[in-house]
């Protein structure tokens, strides 16, 4: 069953502002549970849990911050300890980072500027969105290349406290600027050798929502709303 | 019959001599016409004269007469000029601009303002044509480097231009690439585009063209086809280091067991070599087969999925790029890439800033490659050869052991060649190794003592050079590019 661009990307925003009004526990983990399985079915699970992996002490250190240190300030100092507290926010963030992992692996470049176009945002920056996208993995590569270039001549990029490793990386990062220039301005001729102007419009293409796309849409709309009221009216 | 007719062109940028004059030549539609030349000779310059990029974007003084149909539209701008003559350029990636292959394809044709009919129809004739069918919905940066350069060449061709310029189309292909490029032309040609190529070397292309040029600022016609197409045509098949007394000492490089993925598929599969050291050895393979990916784990840019390299005798695992500095000195394909430092001397000192060696080292490296008049120009003023030539000087100011070049011959004349080739055996005479990776099977059999041939990621090869490349059942097997005048060679 392959969604629609448009249900994946309400689907996402909808789960994204939930974990910002869920107030209980279990709120968060419900949702939280419903995201880990649908990243079990991604292609992409292996980077996924991977990456949740690599962001263990993150979330270890939130857990410690809120439960030890959320209710001091340079005011007040409260007694206790609040593990409640500390389990909520880190669910919170554990949930922010298993959506957007998620939202990256499900909506592809290309599902998401066809899918913003559609929802009819301008298209001046519809259009620069899909060109930077095209264009990350060309930045990425050129940063790779300088970084190999430079690694290889011995400079130790990780080396040393913060103000040399910041020296070091501006090895990287000069050299990155002035080619992104560069490619910028070989980026204007291309487009225009492909008679490229701006009158001239782009059509974004999506297909028909079905039937499952119209329930997941309008179930994640009724949900976002009911918890809007319930946290601001009720 | 459309013409496009080129008289006495020539072009200046400011204050310099001239980078092109007398150019004439006339181009068809349906054929398809060569112009050799080495780097810097004025290629781009007058590829760039053709499509209006000169004087319109880039500033130069142009004077002769670019005729199409009778009208001289020379310094028109480049919308213009795009109606009927289209350019692919030396650096195509630039030119793919979809998310998608069909997207890719449709963008110059939404640009033109054509219905949705006719875009649709000339979109399935392209991907039809250029067989990238199956690409259709695939990622452009998913696609490898000639399936792009093909992407590029369908969607300029869809916008119906009479006339494509290719600027140095050959300069990263294997000979697998090469041939199906020789097709695309020949198709071109059979669908009435005439089509003219810019390179520094013709080799494979021959059949398809109606007449060769050769360019060094000046323009003239070599003859129909049967001219050199290839500009150092291999004479002397002697090889100079024949006489060097070679001493193989132990390993330089030994592999046990190397397996490697990026991401799911190994690209490496269960490697197992020794280099000996003192000796020049040559890496050859089809585009993809893991050849780069092979020699980055030389100076430990890559660190095995599986199994275990060893340089000088130390296991790559536990030591930095930065570390093995010392000991390895790599030089990359594409030096526009990776130079950047704001001077030659800069460029070149690096390594022996970071290393803390003596910058002795870099006033020898810039005399052997005979740079060091050049030591406080900027890089980016450099040509293409000085600038490999820079690069090989900046990775042997570390003074390491084993130099590891990585297709250090594209888009390389000959005099550059023949530097690259003594600095090389000097490495050898001081006792060093050095790795090479190449398609250019000229220049390996002009300096490697062995060859080893890497295919799907496993090393099916490694012979001494002759058994190997000048065996034409090997060449074809291996898809390798054949040695020009094989006959002299083997006599």
């Known amino acids: 069953m392959k969604f629609d661009p448009r249900t994946k990307i309400i689907f996402f925003t909808s789960a994204f502002t939930l974990a910002f009004l869920f107030t209980e526990i279990i709120e968060l983990i419900i949702l939280a549970s419903i995201t880990l399985v649908l990243s079990f079915f991604s292609v992409e699970r292996n980077k996924i849990f991977g990456r949740l992996k690599i962001m263990a002490p993150v979330f270890l250190v939130a857990f410690v911050l809120w439960t030890f240190l959320n209710q001091y300030s340079l005011f007040h100092v409260y007694d206790g300890v609040n593990v409640m507290t500390g389990v909520f926010m880190t669910l919170r963030l554990f949930l922010i980072v298993v959506l957007s992992l998620a939202f990256v692996s499900f909506v592809t470049p290309v599902e998401l500027v066809n899918a913003l176009a559609s929802f009819r945002l301008p298209y001046k920056l519809v259009f620069t969105l899909g060109l930077s996208l095209r264009h990350i993995s060309t930045v990425s590569d050129e940063y790779i290349a300088i970084k190999e270039g430079q690694t290889s001549r011995g400079l130790e990029l990780d080396k040393g406290f913060l103000v040399r490793r910041i020296k070091n990386y501006n090895s990287v990062v000069m050299p990155l600027l002035i080619r992104s220039i560069e490619n910028a301005e070989k980026l204007v001729l291309a487009m225009e050798l492909k008679s490229f102007s701006l009158n001239g419009r782009r059509r974004y293409s999506v297909g028909k929502l079905n039937s499952l796309d119209y329930v997941v849409i309008f179930s994640m709309i009724a949900v976002v709303f009911i918890f809007l009221l319930r946290n601001f009216l009720w | ?491």
């Open chain 2, 1 to 491: 019959m459309n013409a496009l007719k080129v008289q006495e062109l020539g072009c200046k940028y400011n204050g310099h001599k001239p980078v092109l004059s007398g150019a004439s030549f006339f181009l068809k539609e349906g054929e398809a016409v060569g112009v050799i030349g080495s780097s810097g000779s004025g290629k781009t310059t007058l590829a760039y004269c053709l499509m209006g990029i000169i004087p319109n974007r880039i500033e130069a003084e142009v004077w002769g007469k670019v005729y199409f149909n009778n009208e001289n539209v020379l310094g028109k701008n480049v919308r213009d000029i795009v109606r009927f003559m289209n350019l692919i350029m030396q650096n195509y990636e630039s030119q793919i601009f979809g998310l998608t292959v069909e997207e890719d394809i449709r963008f110059g044709l939404e640009n033109l303002g054509l219905d949705e009919n006719e875009i649709s129809l000339r979109v399935n004739w392209a991907l039809k044509n250029f067989g990238l069918e199956y690409y259709r919905n695939f990622q452009p940066s998913k696609l490898s480097g000639g399936l792009k350069q093909r992407l590029a060449i369908a969607s300029t061709t869809v916008m119906g231009s009479n006339f494509l310029i290719m600027d140095d189309p050959t300069s990263n292909l294997d000979w697998n690439g090469i041939i199906c490029l020789r097709h695309t032309i020949s198709y071109l040609k059979s669908i009435g585009k005439g089509v003219l190529i810019l390179s520094r070397k013709l080799k494979g292309l021959e059949e398809c063209l109606d007449r060769i040029y050769y360019l060094d600022g000046q323009m003239f016609q070599l003859s129909n086809n049967h001219g050199p197409t290839h500009e150092t045509c291999v004479k002397n098949f002697v090889k100079n280091n024949d006489n060097v007394n070679v001493k193989e000492n132990g390993s330089s490089i030994k592999i046990e067991d190397l397996w490697f993925k990026y991401e799911k598929n190994y690209v490496l599969k269960n490697v197992n070599l020794e280099i000996p050291c003192n000796s020049i050895v040559s890496v050859m393979g089809p585009n993809g087969s893991g050849k780069t990916t092979l020699v980055k784990h030389f100076n430990g840019l890559l660190k095995p999925s599986k199994g275990n390299v060893f340089v000088d005798g130390k296991n790559t695992r536990n030591y930095s790029p930065a570390q093995l500095a010392k000991y390895v000195g790599f030089v990359f394909q594409d030096p526009d890439r990776h130079i950047v430092s704001e001077t030659v001397w800069d460029e070149v000192t690096f390594a022996c800033k970071n290393l803390g060696l003596p910058l002795d080292n870099a006033k020898n490296a810039l005399k052997l490659l005979n740079l060091d008049d050049l030591r406080d120009r900027p890089p980016y003023l450099l040509s293409m050869g000085e600038k490999v030539r820079l690069m090989i000087a900046s990775a042997l100011a570390a003074d390491p052991k084993i130099l590891v070049l990585d297709e250090p011959t594209t888009g390389q004349d000959s005099r550059t060649l023949g530097l690259i080739k003594d600095a090389i055996f000097r490495m050898r005479c001081d006792g060093k190794s050095v790795i090479i990776v190449t398609h250019d099977t000229d220049f390996a059999l002009k300096v490697s003592d062995s060859v080893i041939i890497v295919k799907d990621g496993s090393i099916v090869e490694f012979s001494p050079v002759k058994n190997v490349l000048l065996n034409d059942k090997k060449i074809e097997l291996y898809e390798l590019e054949p040695p020009t005048l094989i006959e002299e060679r083997v006599n």
